[in-house]
């Protein structure tokens, strides 16, 4: 008896637990195999933290081989599909190309950093969505604060000031880890203990964390004002060189180091499978299954799926969502191949939690507004909830970060070149499906 297989492409918030469900609901009697480039799935919340020195980046890199024994983990990205001959076309970790044959398909690949049409941006900017990006940042703030300690007044301001742009929860947790990072750096510096370092926070909108309640937004602005983070709302960037920025203000700053924190774009991978679109997102049902293709399902932040709790609109590309439709889609595939029955996703929003740095934080679980050392306690506590596995040692890091004075150290693992903006997604090689020709 042949046994059926499901194929999950992208082994992140979703497909991690898709597969981890799929599993589970089929009793083992179903093969899952999950296709990922890295043989981890990364918990990107807690990516502020590491680039912040709080957390070792493995804390954050759940391994999947160990934690989903009964999945088999293939390495790889995917570039192409047929869901005619039912193939997932992919690209091994050692550049071959490989396929594998599906009875039932869950697609992923959730989404990459968006980069603006802003001169300079893709050239001189880095983005902020995965581990290469977080442990650059962390080295080049590093290096920036120990070149600023024996350079010249004019390099030295240079040198010390970082500016994020977009102040949505990564730009806002970005830009206060990284404020508390970069003064604890400082005071291992004599030339630096009255060296003023910037952190500006640039934001078209007028408030920070849009989309999120007014309390959180008041807390966050608070917090950023009070910590001496250079907040400007109504302004972006107009163009970026590699020496600073022109503002959309008309003025001119002077920095080494600019993070582009200006939202996420659906990865571009998904229009290469040809599947019903909207907005770059695949288009599902209510069940997750992708329209017309009721063998293909698709969630997480590629998925246009519809919002019950909100109708006529589709789910936000959040964690929230991400990891809730994965466990959907683990046994709602489950059940297409006799395993249960299948549900309707609907998830009402329970509220955010948003890391301010130090003691501090803003959430509101429930509706009910927190802030301060309560609102950390609580977000902390959401994230280790969270996090699949990993979770004493993330507490560890946490404990001895409490009393332990920041490490400075540059790993040098990864260079600017390496994490260019636009490159913030898998490579792609664009796969389309060819018949193999009739000699072979
Ligand atoms: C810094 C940061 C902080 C965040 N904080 C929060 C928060 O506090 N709360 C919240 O709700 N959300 C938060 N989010 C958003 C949340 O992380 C995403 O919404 C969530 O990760 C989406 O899950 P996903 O499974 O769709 O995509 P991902 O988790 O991005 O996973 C996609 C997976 O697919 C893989 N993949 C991509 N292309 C291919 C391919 N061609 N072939 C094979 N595999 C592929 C990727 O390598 C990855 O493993 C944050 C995001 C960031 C970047």
Known sequence: MVRPRIVIVGGGFAGYQAARRASRHARGEVDVALINPTDFSLYQPLLPEVAAGILEPRRIAVPITSTLPRVKLLLGTVGGIDTGQRLVRYVDAENRPAEIDYDRLVITVGAVSKVLPIKGAAEFGHGFKGLPEALYLRDHIVRQVELAAHAPPGERRARLTFVVVGAGYTGTEVATAGHLFTRALARYHRSLRDEPIRWILLHLGQSVLPGLRPSIQRTAERVLRRRGVDLRLGVSVREQTREGVHL?????????????????APDPVAACFGLPMVGGR?????????KGHDHVLAVGDIAAVPDLTRPGEYTGMTGQHAERQGKLAGRNVAASLGYGTAKPYKHRNLGFVVDLGGWKAAADPLGVPLSGVVAKAV??????????????RIAADWLLDAFLPRQEVQLGLIRSGQVPLASAGPELPHLAYEEPDSET
């Open 379 to 392: 977000t902390r506590g959401y994230h280790l909830m969270s996090v699949p596995s990993g979770r004493v």
């Open 248 to 264: 959309t203000d008309d003025t001119y700053v002077p920095a080494r180091t600019v993070v582009w924190t200006t939202g996420v």
């Open 282 to 290: 695949i288009e599902v049902d209510e069940y997750l299954a992708v």
